[in-house]
């Protein structure tokens, strides 16, 4: 199949780098003399026919900027059948041969589901900061996401520590603690509390009590969002039943992770992920997903970028309980 002209899209929650990325596909696709149509916000674009050309010029100024330019959104219409069709016949009417989608899982169901329905080629980039994807060893945008949310954990430990408070730090991971986990890790965490490990209410109070004993005048318990136990609140409620004697502080770090700068890493993963997908769609590779595996860029199908999620490294979650000792 020869490809002439391509949609290229951002769908799902936005990640620092999907920007980096738009530039990479663009300016690597023209270079190849491969038209590049953008779809603002996401496959709602799609049924709505917000689609327009991008150039090179369009893309310029925005490797450092936050966010995407083409939007997102989440579409209710787009998985049902008429929603569908109206997204192809958009997508026909541009003269549009393939779709590079940016997202996480979301995105990728919706890309199999689409190709299979209309037979377009797919090819997907993991945007996400929740690192929650098979075929990749870090997502755009988990890497800015670490470094925001450690920012914030250094800045309140000094308030912690000044107050000999106890704070649970609530930060963003629905479904996957790698957030949680690396930021944790990074920023002395007395503990972690994240959705991949059932969650010991009397353990983590045991952790603290003997934290506490040795006169240790702060203490840092990171909570992913999804975990079990009901979020920072609901634990932090839990603790303070029973370990009445320390004062405790609960800061939900919500959205800001989303945003800012991409660091250096996003950036160069982005820019990398970006240029492979035109590659990958000019050499008739269709419905994968472009990712890098020790340093190596692969292909992964979508279907199993989405089903088979990496496993959490048990050994940085010992690493978290031998040095919080």
Known sequence: MSIKTIGLLTSGGDSPGMNACIRAVVRTAISKGVTVKGVKYGYQGLIDNNIGD???????????????????????????????QKALN????????????IGGDGTFRGANEFSAFSGIPFIGIPGTIDNDLAGTDYTIGFDTAVNTALDAIDKIRDTADSHDRLFFIEVMGRDAGYIALYSGLAGGAEALVIPETPTDINQLI???RCGWAREKSSKIVVVAEGDDAGGANEIAIKV???FSEIETRVSILGHMQRGG??????RLNATRMGYAAINALLAGKQNVMVGIVNNQVLYTPLANAVKLQPDIDNELLEMVRVLSA
């Open 54 to 84: 991008l150039s090179s010029k369009d893309v310029s100024n925005i490797i450092q900027r936050g966010g995407t330019i083409l939007k997102t959104s989440r579409s209710k219409e787009f998985p049902t059948k008429e929603g569908m």
């Open 206 to 208: 045991e952790t603290l």
């Open 90 to 101: 958009n997508l026909k009417k541009a003269e549009i041969d393939a779709v590079i989608a």
């Open 240 to 242: 303070k039943e029973q």
């Open 261 to 266: 700068k991409p660091t250096t890493i996003d």
